[in-house]
């Protein structure tokens, strides 16, 4: 047979091609030879680009492989890449056999034990194929697993990776079509190989709740199941690095709320959450329960008391912030009935703008949320009820003391809503498709992380208090250049401006406006006392705003947990002569329903406080100051 001519094919050093390329003037021994080596080249380069890890020499005789299932996911890898269709003839302990699927084509691979060892070789190979193929885009080597295989890499990266995701990447990358249940599985086999089961997660928690304990001296984890199958109730864990900073630095203010998980056996993440001296979220506690119920947000503030050693001299009186449920309302009675418990203003607005839906009356609600005294709400109250009677009616249901600046008793410092609402939000959104281990070892990633940035953040820190105080302190002393400063004797004074005349005490730290006493920081009419006397008023904000509070609260280390390898099973006696874990945790009994999911879409927008709106002391119009106001004095 005549010689073949083949037009030159440049070798591209990111394929792994083999040493010798297709060059111009090659020669062949027959059409047959031709075809064998331009297939072992095509499948060489498939290989490389792969992202099932094809072999990167193509299938020879000789060739060896650990085990029957590296051989035939090895052989199904080349199947999918050539479009061709395998069909297996004997698959056993000692031998694979493997054909082509159309009939007539001479393709087949035969595989066998070695005597006196564990691997497989590949004892004859016929690797000619006269068919024409896989024509259509479903293949039936796509199977889960190997959908699972194939996306192994991405879901490690990324868990939110979608089902109708993979199916489109599969199909541009590999020329093969799968169903969307194939893709949702294959993510699901992927996952529980990367992160292991949801049942192996709740089976690990008494061995990781003894990891934090031993590798966190000082914090609390601990886990509570129920019934004679010990099917999993509660999880509550605080770091001791977490305790130390809210106990010895951060203000005395805890924001409590829920989230409902998504994932197979559903559940809610419970967290009470402090705030630093720069107004970042300071996680304290987190739970995992099985159900949000009143007797779970009971335990809760029970462990939490504990935590907190609230019988204890050095414990400050606590304001507590959330949506006030029934639950949480009766927890809180009971296990802090000292504490000033506040609604969250988002949930309030949001009740009050869909009660009346009417954007005057919201305006003017927001103006009287933040009146700092009695008779400014009430001038607030009466303009509403001019607009609408039914106000009164609502404010019998939302407590004024419960919400409003000017009743409240407990001390906000600027806080309004819940921060931690978004805070859990976003945990759910990332981990509601990881076992429960997992999930909380996210959360522990995160936190580490904050920690270490907030405490490489205030060791740089020159100034006495934290950047946000500083900005407030200083809006407080341009603000102050405009009023008349009289002194009644060496700590009080009598602030005179255009619209009112307010008293300061310094020694008391108190100003008849009530901003200083309710934020912490001195106000304009403090800012303009202290001036007046030679004081420094950064030196008179409450020491959780300063930068050695902000030190101290992230001066403690949250340690790393070792790999899940190395920990006791249940029944297993712990390293060192540490305690036994001879309890199996299984998990709840309620399951996700079957169907999507329902999604509760929060706008990013409602996790931010809202802007106060101004009103004019000129003209009594909303949107502008009396600076501002054009109508003639």
């Known amino acids: 047979m005549a010689e073949l001519a083949l037009t030159q094919r440049m070798p591209n050093p990111d394929m792994g091609l083999r ?25 060489t380069s498939t290989a490389t680009n792969s992202d099932v890890g094809l072999p990167d020499q193509p299938l020879v005789i000789g060739q060896e492989f650990p085990d029957v299932d590296s051989c035939r996911r090895t052989l199904k890898d080349i199947a999918i890449a050539m479009h061709f269709e395998i069909r297996i003839v004997k698959s056993d302990r000692s031998r694979f056999i493997a054909k082509c699927s159309k009939e007539g084509c001479p393709w087949r691979v035969h595989v066998a034990k070695c ?54 990447d599969i199909r541009d990358k590999h020329g093969v079509a799968v169903s969307y249940m194939q893709a949702w599985r294959g993510k699901e086999r992927s996952m529980a190989a990367l992160h292991g089961t949801f049942e192996e997660g709740y089976r690990l928690l008494p061995a990781y709740c003894e ?75 987190i739970a995992v329960v099985d159900s949000e119920s009143n007797e779970n947000w009971m335990w809760f503030m029970s462990e939490l008391r504990k935590l907190l050693g609230v019988n204890t001299d050095s414990m400050p009186r606590l304001t507590i912030l959330s949506e006030r449920t029934m639950g949480m309302v009766e927890a809180v009675e009971t296990h802090f009935p000292n504490a000033f418990h506040g609604f969250c203003l988002r949930y309030v607005s949001e009740n009050f703008r869909d009660t009346f839906k009417n954007s005057k009356l919201v305006n003017i609600f927001w103006n009287a949320v933040y009146a700092l005294t009695s008779a400014e709400f009430e001038n607030k109250i009466a303009e509403m009820v001019d ?85 407030k302190i200083a809006e407080a002393i341009a603000d102050a250049r405009c009023y008349k400063v009289l002194r009644a ?21 108190i100003c008849s406006c009530r901003r200083w006493q309710l934020y912490g920081l001195p106000c304009a009419h403090a800012a303009a006392a202290l001036i007046s006397c030679g004081q420094n008023a950064h030196l008179f904000a409450e020491h959780c705003f300063t930068v050695h509070s902000c030190r101290e609260t992230y001066s403690q280390m949250i340690y790393p947990i070792p790999d899940r390898s190395l920990w006791k099973e249940p029944g297993e006696g712990a390293e060192g002569g540490g305690a036994k874990v001879d309890i199996t945790i299984r998990p709840p009994k309620t399951r996700r329903p079957p169907g999507r999911p329902k999604k509760k879409v929060l706008r990013i927008e409602s996790f931010k406080r809202p802007k106060r709106v101004v009103q004019c002391g000129r003209c009594h119009m909303l949107g502008h100051s009396q600076k501002k106001c054009t109508l003639p004095t």
Request: glycine content about 6%.
């Open 19 to 43: 040493d010798e390329s297709l060059v111009i003037g090659q020669d062949f021994s027959g059409v047959d030879a031709c075809r064998r080596d331009m297939v072992e080249q095509d499948l």
């Open 115 to 168: 005597p006196g060892v564990p691997k497989f070789t590949v004892r004859t190979l016929h690797g000619e194929h006269t068919c024409e193929g896989v024509q259509s885009l479903h293949h039936q080597q796509a199977s889960v697993g190997w959908v699972a295989r194939s996306v192994e890499a991405r879901v490690r990266d990324n868990p939110q990776y979608k089902p109708k995701e993979i199916l489109q």
């Open 211 to 285: 990891q934090i304990r031993r590798t966190n001296p000082g914090s609390i984890a601990s886990v509570v199941a129920t019934g004679q199958d010990n099917c999993f109730q509660r999880l509550f864990v605080s770091y001791r690095a977490a305790i130390y900073g809210f106990l010895n630095a951060c203000r005395p203010l805890l924001e409590l709320d829920r989230v409902h998980l998504k994932g197979k056996y559903l559940g809610s993440i419970i967290c009470a959450a402090a705030v630093d001296a720069d107004d970042a979220l300071f996680p304290l506690a």
């Open 387 to 471: 607009i609408s009677q039914d106000v009164l009616a609502w404010f019998n249901q939302f407590n004024p003391q419960l919400w409003a600046v000017a009743y409240f008793e407990g001390v906000r410092y600027g806080h309004f809503t819940l921060g931690v609402t978004e805070l859990l939000y976003n945990w759910a959104l990332e981990c509601h498709e990881l076992p429960i281990v997992q999930m909380m070892e996210h959360i522990r990633h995160q936190m580490t992380s904050w920690f270490g940035d907030r405490r490489n953040m205030g060791m740089r820190l020159t100034s006495i208090l934290v950047p946000s105080a500083e900005k």
């Open 489 to 509: 004797n060496e700590v009080e004074f009598e602030i005179v401006s255009t619209e009112r005349t307010n008293i300061v005490d310094i020694r008391s730290r």
